[in-house]
């Protein structure tokens, strides 16, 4: 297990060094001049070449690429040009960990309602909970972000008064922006959990077991979910990476100070260092996101293990 996880490590090496790469040529072909963006439009000429020779915008592009890829070896993901702060001091110290505190709460939200959903609808298959619950989550699949959380704010802070609209000053807060991503995430999980626990319950080990004496119940806990689990984490994997890679929609909606809006802003403002610093934030996380959901693929079903 070790040997394959330093394996999966390294793999991310190359794929990181490559999305870099990519951002790195989409900004600097749509970006216009880096140091026009610093000291703004009535900067002197002077002055411009003076700050393209300080933060070595003169180097050919290559040169300013194998720069920031050694400058991040060493923690350093440049300075803002909107700002003229570090971005790594920004998105460590205030955005991701504002992002962090809405995936946790949307990820509880989605799970409390999606798995007990999803496990119930399969065993009561064809009745009206069933339709209900698969229902709900096709609202939640197809209802765009920016209408349910615009809805959400329209309802229980306009008309209603409970929460605030905006902002990230304390628990109330985060309720909105939570439930919206939390619904949203939870459709996904929901009808993946209602479909594999559908072919799960079709197999021979389980009418083995219900013929054995084992309750339906016991059938379900004990041999069906946990068979049944892995397209569920797979799914699970990935609205966990997508929330720490920031709802870039929901975090604009609700002015939630985190990494999807720190995006928006820094890709108006034709902030480049700022918008490679998210881009590799949001690479390492689902990478390592996927990592360990094929950990967890192993405890789930051992025969995993067995073939890594």
């Known amino acids: 297990m070790l040997k394959y996880i330093i394996k999966r490590l390294l793999a991310m090496i190359p794929v990181l060094l490559g999305v870099i790469l990519v951002v790195f040529l ?60 570090a971005v790594a001091d920004e998105i460590f110290t205030n ?11 949307a990820l509880v939200f989605s799970l409390i309602l999606a798995l007990p959903l999803g496990i119930f609808a399969a065993i009561k ?27 959400a ?6 008309t209603l008064g409970w929460f605030p609209a905006t902002g990230a000053e304390g628990f109330k807060s985060l309720i909105l922006p939570a439930l919206t991503l939390g ?9 993946t959990t209602r479909s594999s626990m559908l072919e799960t319950v079709r197999q021979d080990y389980i009418r083995t077991a219900r013929s054995k004496g084992v309750s339906k119940m016991d059938t379900i806990m004990n041999h069906a979910l946990r068979n049944a689990m892995i397209p569920t984490l797979t799914v699970i994997g990935i609205q966990v990476g997508s929330l720490l890679g920031g709802a870039v929609l929901t975090e604009t909606v609700f002015s939630w100070p985190g990494m999807g809006r720190y995006l928006v802003l820094s890709i108006q403002g034709r902030d480049t260092p700022a918008v490679l610093g998210c ?30």
């Open 153 to 158: 704010i329209l309802l229980f802070s306009v």
């Open 26 to 85: 989409i900004m600097s072909m749509t970006n216009g001049d880096a140091a026009t963006i610093i000291l703004g439009e009535t900067a002197s000429e002077e002055a411009l070449e003076a700050v393209r020779e300080e933060w070595g915008l003169n180097d050919p592009l290559p040169v300013q690429y194998v720069r920031y890829i050694f400058n991040l070896c060493r923690g350093d993901f440049g300075t803002s040009y909107r700002t003229g702060k």
């Open 183 to 191: 619904f949203m995430h939870m459709a996904a999980i929901a009808r």
């Open 125 to 151: 298959q064809n009745t009206w909970f069933d339709t209900i619950s698969m229902v709900i989550s096709l609202i939640g699949n197809s209802m765009p972000a920016f209408w349910l959380a615009l809805l």
């Open 279 to 308: 881009i590799v934030v949001f690479t390492v996380c689902f990478s390592l996101v996927n990592l360990f959901v094929d950990i967890l693929y192993g405890f789930v079903d051992p025969r995993i293990n067995a073939r890594n």
């Open 95 to 105: 955005r991701f960990p504002a992002t962090l505190r809405l995936a946790v709460a």
